[in-house]
């Protein structure tokens, strides 16, 4: 009995592999088959052009979701608009679950490439970002991110780019605002140690500061385990006489900060950075509270230039939603390669390899306009150049700092 | 055939344990050879590797010594972040072969370590009290690894559990552990091979344990620890050897795991991770090492196998997880299952008992 259920078991296994073998050559046979009748459409639209894989990984599950899903969204709004404008498929979209897990990423990784990727846009957060780079390096494969800023993703190979700026960078520009503009002489700041973002972009603040003459009165944290109730916190930077508040943290956990801040009756001036954009629409999160907050992002959904405008209407129209910073940076990912197949440098032809270095001499080179900034450049490292904004809530809304 | 039919029961039951793991290596490096290897498969065989080592050696604990462990995978974490640090201050220094040897044993031995000081106190404990002492142990660690900062520079070792700037490295030095961040960078070392290696010693040293006589007084405090003691086994010894060994093959295969991705963070190995290793253990069924190598196999390839339905991906693996329990577990499927293989062996029986009286 018991060897018949092993061997059933066992036969079981390599069948289940075997399936597993098949489900992944089936699985691009349909893209093939999908692609085949692509190509007819195009064929009929007298083109003759192969579309391009573009590959997306993100977490659409879990607690990270909400990045990950604004990421997809984007990416995919980008892809249909292009699709459409240009009358045949010029890139096929194949978007990947996640987890905001490594290893999840790295199958993620390994299923798109089993599909035919040629380039990747993503993953969306560091920690996964960080291990398929690495693999990307290995196989030659163009990476471009729209929101893992950790700066040892673009570290692990040249052919990593970010669309976001890195957290340093952001800690350090926040820094010299906050210093330049004078707005705070005691500084306090809430930070989550459990996390990558927000200890990257603490640490070059707090480098930052200290250089710039700033006043560092208190330093908190909380952990992603501990984060029900941030009274504490803020309680300590209101005992510390902090008359600003840096908050290099998501905005779900600011909107507690600001919740408990306002019951305690302390005002100081909160300043965050990318992760802040998206409190204004927050359910159920009264907005008057985030008046006078201050954040250092590269997009505003109230912004008024044609390109922003653009993106967000189209945006609301697909989703029914603001778009927040994560989308704006997915959409500007797909523009950014779509840039490179108009200037004729790249096409679905190529292998990733060939792809990939094509792409890593247009990107070194290219000036790029988006819904994140005008005059985008990278750098040969991988990161991204593109003028830092800050805004302030008004009113509800977002309006350029003076 | 003769040697086989009077070979016990146990050996023969290991050999076809050992025939699985070895069949499944050949039937993949056949695959490979031939090119029909798909990426998301091969990208997944050294965490298979890593998860049967963990399944069996968590039987270990809760199989054979039959005490609730829920912090497997903070001594995944020690010994991978012990392993890695060795393997990665080591990188160019030693020949990689050495340096890959070293981490595997310093992985080991630490998590060992850990699961002397863990188990002395611990296992003075039973049942629920231990389940969450355990919890606790892996959630300290979890948080501990998070918070940690370790570099070196020319003035040796700095260390610090607040921030990087706390730890006044010089700039040229080299961080090792960067908080949150963990260990980035790390050449990967990992392959299939060393996997199925590992495995295989697992085994080796695991089953043998179990059919030693160690192992036979393990299982005694098991069944009636009163009893046992009565007889004049010596209950903490042998609960620390069982533990001792389980955590000691958790941290090699948290090596493994780790030498198989470019980072290594902390946050990884939380409660789920150990409830994930448990669930293995809980569908290969308690205490049957064999079931353990085949349900971590499985249940690590199925999520990427129901890529396909995406958003019901989740749903239709927490249904399957519970339709095999129901089917491995519940006495009456057990019943209604053994009547009809019984159904089926009356009618098959003729022949080779006839061969057999002859």
Known sequence: ?402 | MFRLKNMRKSTKSNLVTFGIVIGFYIVIQILSALGLLTSSLSGQLVPICSYVILAVSLNLTVGILGELSLGHAGFMSVGAFSGTIVWTTLYGQVPNWLGLLLSFVVGGVVAGLFGFIVGVPVLRLSGDYLAIVTLAFGEIIKNVMNACYLGYDSTGLHLSFKDAASMNMDPTGTMIINGAMGITGIKKASTFTIGIVLVILTLLVILNLINSRAGRAIESIRDNEIAARSVGINITKYKLMAFITSAVFAGIAGVLYSLNYSSLVAKKFDYNTSILILVFVVLGGIGNIRGSVIAAALLTVLPELLRAVNDYRMLIYAIVLIVVMIFSQSPQVVAWRKRILDGIRSRMKPGPKAKEVQ
């Not at chain 1, 990416?75 to 897990?101: C, P, R, S, W």
């Not at chain 1, 700041?189 to 930052?208: L, P, Q, T």
């Not at chain 1, 994140?372 to 830092?388: H, L, R, Y």
């Open chain 1, 1 to 402: 009995m018991k060897k018949l259920i092993s061997a059933a078991l066992a036969s079981a296994m390599v069948l289940s592999l075997a399936a597993c073998g098949s489900t992944g050559s089936s699985e691009s046979t349909s893209a093939a088959t999908t692609g085949d009748s692509a190509a007819t459409a195009e064929a009929s639209a007298t083109d003759g052009t192969t579309p391009i894989k573009l590959g997306g990984i993100g977490p659409t599950t879990g607690s990270a979701a909400s990045y990950g899903i604004a990421v997809m969204q984007g990416e995919q709004l980008a892809v249909d608009e292009i699709n459409a404008a240009a009358g045949h498929t010029v890139f096929e979209f194949k978007f990947e679950d996640d987890e905001h897990d490594a290893e999840k990423s790295m199958n993620a990784y390994n299923t798109l490439k089993d599909w035919g990727m040629q380039a990747l846009l993503g993953p969306v957060t560091s920690t996964p970002s960080l291990s398929v780079a690495g693999e990307t390096v290995n196989d030659n494969m163009f990476m471009l991110t729209p929101s893992a800023s950790a700066v040892d993703v673009v570290e692990t190979g040249d052919n990593v780019f970010q669309m976001c700026f890195t957290d340093p960078n952001q800690g350090i520009v926040s820094a010299d605002y906050i210093a330049e503009k004078g707005l705070g002489t005691k500084i306090g700041v809430i930070y989550d140690s459990s996390d990558a973002y927000s200890m990257g972009i603490y640490n070059a603040f707090a480098e930052e500061a200290t250089a710039k003459g700033l006043e560092v009165v208190t330093a908190v944290s909380f952990t992603s385990d501990n984060k029900s109730d941030l009274s504490t916190q803020v309680a300590k930077c209101q005992e510390a006489g902090a008359d600003l508040v840096f908050l290099p943290i998501y905005y779900n956990e600011a909107s507690q900060i600001l919740i408990a801040a306002d019951k305690v009756g302390y005002k100081p001036t909160f300043f965050g950075c990318d992760g802040m954009d998206g409190i204004l629409t927050i359910e159920g999160f009264d907005t008057s509270l985030a008046e006078g907050l201050m954040l250092l992002c590269p997009f505003s959904a109230t912004a008024t230039d044609e390109t922003t405008q653009k993106f967000v209407s189209a945006y609301e129209a697909a989703y029914n939603e603001t778009p927040i910073q994560f989308a704006a940076d997915a959409y500007d990912c797909v523009y950014a390669i779509y840039e490179c197949v108009q200037n004729g440098s790249i096409n679905g032809d190529m292998s990733a390899s060939d792809m990939c270095d094509a792409l890593k001499a247009q990107f070194t080179t290219m000036t790029f306009n988006g819904t994140t900034g005008e005059g985008q450049t990278w750098s040969a490292d991988g990161t991204v150049n593109k003028p830092p904004r800050v805004y302030v809530v008004t009113d509800g809304a977002y309006q350029t700092a003076e």
